[in-house]
């Protein structure tokens, strides 16, 4: 069965320096990853995607990812933190070669940058 | 036009059975629909394909679904518990085998049981 951990509840940072937000999963097979945010009160709004290839992902609002896998790993970053990048993020996985839309989310960290 | 839910928000009690809708991005062929609660997180109801349901979570039979031959989904939950308060997100995708995209959530229906 698949998961996914994210380990801290809430990440602090100051703007303007870099944001780490962390995640690993475990997953039979090779991985679909993907980070998503939500912001007060809204639905999942999705940043960024890892399926093959390059290990560093970019996406939306100058975000990143790195896949790790020996580490099980694919954590988010962003060199260069706006206030407005407060959120809740959550990661995700699916397994590979499968039809199954299923994600399954880890319990997500809440990012508070501070002016 | 993205993913579109309602309602937004609806209060219910105990007993009684809620229907929420989800209309997805055209073209989607794929809903899913996820639960989020503070203490479980988001946890995955079931998912519809062409009008049948092709994977489900690990909910009671209380929660049900459907899909329409427009690809527009119902879920419905009978018996209200306060459990059940939660936020039910709607997810579309084109999905069809070895779709690697994302998916698509929409802006969730709050649903109070009291």
């Known amino acids: 069965a698949q998961s996914v951990a994210q380990p801290e509840d809430q990440v602090n940072v100051a703007e303007g320096n870099p944001l780490t937000v962390k995640c690993t999963y475990s997953v039979s097979g090779n991985p679909y990853l993907f980070w998503y945010v939500q912001y007060p009160n809204r639905g999942l709004q999705f940043l960024l995607k890892?399926?093959?290839?390059?290990?560093l992902v970019k996406g939306s609002y100058g975000f990143e990812a790195e896949f790790n896998k020996s580490q099980t790993s694919f954590h988010l970053k962003k060199p260069s933190a706006l206030v407005s990048d407060s959120a809740l993020y959550f990661c995700?996985?699916?397994?590979?070669?499968?039809?199954?839309?299923?994600?399954?989310f880890g319990t997500g960290t809440r990012l508070l940058v501070s002016p | 036009a993205g993913v579109t839910q309602s309602p937004t928000h609806l209060i219910k009690t105990r007993g009684q059975q809620v229907t929420l809708s989800c209309s997805p991005i055209s073209g989607h062929r794929s809903v899913s629909w996820y639960q989020q609660t503070p203490g479980q997180g988001l946890q995955f109801l079931f998912e519809y394909f062409s009008e049948t349901q092709r994977n489900k979570g690990n909910f009671p039979g209380r929660f049900s679904g459907r899909q329409f031959s427009n690809s527009r989904s119902e879920m419905n939950v009978s018996t209200l518990e306060l459990g059940d308060s939660a936020l039910y997100l709607c997810a579309s995708s084109y999905a069809s085998g070895g779709y690697t995209g994302e998916l698509f959530f929409g802006e969730g229906s709050r649903l109070t049981v009291l």
């Open positions: 995700a996985v699916r397994p590979m070669n499968t039809g199954f839309q299923k994600l399954v």
């Open positions: 890892y399926i093959t290839g390059d290990n």
